[in-house]
């Protein structure tokens, strides 16, 4: 029950042909993460323009399920901070019953230096093509016309694509999410596990 939930963490925590949204005002989104139906915690989603072009993306999920013989606990930070189109750091927190760990991913002028180590996952990587989109940024715009989408848990892009029904599918690996828009708001998310699937819902 405990990797379950921790699997959670690869998300949990907008695309558009663009990389970012132009709104200068800062956006702040909540979001409902629920397990069968059943409320276990919460997701914050935050964009906060800066000056000089700046925009910081951060994302806060936290997480308390009651089990039989002890209580799980999550809590999940990303902070992502681009210049214009183009991510220069992203870090990323986790603190869980199983231990601490992180992820960060930074732009060294010509590259990126890539250091992902998380609960049974261990990743480092070198990539010289800009980042210019992340799983942040898809609390803020819908991905249209967009293939991949940089993930700053695992230092790794998920390949995305339209299904029939208008939403956005994503895989990486073996794990595969579901992304679902209504008028360019991201309304709910379904994470897919073996276990148990968990749904991120909306609440404003």
């Not at 980042?131 to 249209?144: G, N, Q, R, V, W």
Request: charged share 25%.
């Amino acid at each position: 029950m405990m990797k379950f939930f921790l699997t959670f963490l690869w998300l949990s925590l907008g695309f558009s042909s663009f990389a970012q949204s132009s709104n200068n005002a800062s956006e702040t989104h909540h979001y409902a993460i629920e397990v069968a139906g059943i409320r276990v915690g919460t997701m914050t989603a935050v964009r906060q323009p800066q000056p000089d072009n700046r925009t910081t993306y951060t994302l806060i999920s936290d997480v308390k399920v009651s089990l039989l013989v002890y209580t799980v606990k999550i809590y999940y930070k990303v902070v992502n901070q681009f210049q214009g189109d183009k991510l220069m750091l992203s870090t990323v927190e986790a603190k869980t019953n199983r231990g601490n760990y992180a992820s960060r991913t930074e732009w060294k002028g010509d590259h990126y230096d890539i250091v992902a180590n998380q609960y049974k996952y261990d990743h480092k990587a070198t990539e010289r093509t800009p980042i210019d989109f992340t799983i942040s940024s898809l609390y803020f715009a819908e991905p249209l016309q967009r293939s991949k989408v940089y993930a700053e848990y695992f230092g790794d892009y998920f390949t995305f694509s339209r299904t029939s029904r208008g939403t956005y599918r994503a895989v990486l690996n073996d794990r595969e999410d579901e992304y679902v828009y209504e008028q360019g708001r991201l309304v709910k998310i379904i994470k897919h596990n073996a276990v148990k699937n968990y749904v991120m819902r909306l609440l404003d």
